[in-house]
């Protein structure tokens, strides 16, 4: 069974321009999570999509942020437009649906995408 | 405000020593605790998850505790290897999906 994937794994771009970052969960997982770390700092919270619903959006920093799940399979994280603070790794994650429509205890993370913004 | 601080922040020991992680938390009300290793450039793997109700997990060589009321969770690693070399992270979550994550323990096995 294929993980989490993350596309794409590196990214440069130039203040002020546009990136999507996109992440394919486990197949069968309705909860997607995105966190991101950036330098020197704890890894924070971003969303959580429960099939093609929004969750929980609190750890969004700004409107500069756009997340989307359309059909409730894979995600798409888009900066717009681009800010050096932005820089940072991504990480995606998933889990399960337990019984009573419980996300399940466990997340799995991808391997991330780097931005780098200059 | 809910925190997670991990000490040491980095941890150099030679191959073969037993060797303790640090996780401490601000806010007793936990839902869960999970400890993951990251290796360099490489994503986040769970090591282990302890519920709220639970004392100890383990996995292994690895074994994690969980004292809730002192807001304390360790992660034991027994005749440690060069293999376990990784950055050593440990999340918490609460009444929400979010996980708080501490910054890390940074682990270097020296053969």
Request: one cysteine or more; a positive charge; proline letters at 4%.
């Amino acid at each position: 069974e294929a993980g989490v994937t993350q596309f794409p794994s590196h990214s440069v771009i130039e203040k002020g321009q546009t990136v999507t970052l996109r992440c394919d969960p486990i197949s069968g997982h309705d909860n997607l999570y995105w966190y991101r770390r950036v330098m020197g700092k704890e890894i924070k919270f971003l969303l959580h999509f429960v099939k093609e619903s929004k969750q929980d959006e609190s750890g969004m920093p700004n409107n500069r942020f756009l997340a989307e799940r359309t059909g409730g399979t894979y995600s798409t994280l888009k900066v717009q437009p681009a800010e050096l603070e932005d820089s940072g790794v991504y990480f995606c994650a998933s889990s399960s649906t337990m019984v009573r429509g419980r996300a399940g205890e466990t997340q799995y993370f991808g391997p991330g995408t780097r931005l780098l913004v200059l | 405000k809910q925190e997670v601080t991990q000490i040491p922040a980095a941890l150099s020991v030679p191959e073969g020593e037993n060797l303790v992680l640090n996780c401490s938390f601000t806010d007793s009300a936990i839902y869960n605790l999970q400890w993951f290793r990251q290796d360099p450039g490489k994503g986040l793997t769970s090591l282990l998850l302890i519920q709220s109700s639970q004392r100890e997990q383990t996995s292994g060589r690895l074994n994690a505790s969980l004292d809730k009321s002192s807001g304390r969770s360790t992660l034991y690693i027994a005749a440690s290897q060069p293999g376990d070399s990784a950055t050593y992270l440990c999340a918490v979550r609460y009444s929400n999906y979010q996980l708080i994550w501490g910054a890390g323990t940074k682990l270097i096995i020296k053969p």
